[in-house]
């Protein structure tokens, strides 16, 4: 996946965040200080649930 286009949250500060690329039925996620780094793949029903958890406040200690 060469051709995948990263959008990094206009939230994000001092470099402290991630990207995200959304191919078909796919969200890739990469750390933006490491581009050249590994990345992780979530089914887009995963990433879905994940950002209403992080949202609702599912994750917040």
Known sequence: MT?????KST???EGNCVEVAT?????MVRD???RQG???AF???SWTG????L?????DA
């Not at 191919?23 to 969200?27: E, R």
């Open 3 to 7: 051709s995948l286009i990263w959008k």
């Open 11 to 13: 939230r994000s500060n």
């Open 23 to 27: 191919p078909p039925q796919v969200v």
């Open 32 to 34: 933006s200080k490491d």
């Open 38 to 40: 590994p990345t992780l």
């Open 43 to 45: 089914t887009s029903p």
């Open 50 to 53: 994940f950002v209403q958890g």
């Open 55 to 59: 949202k609702s406040g599912t994750f």
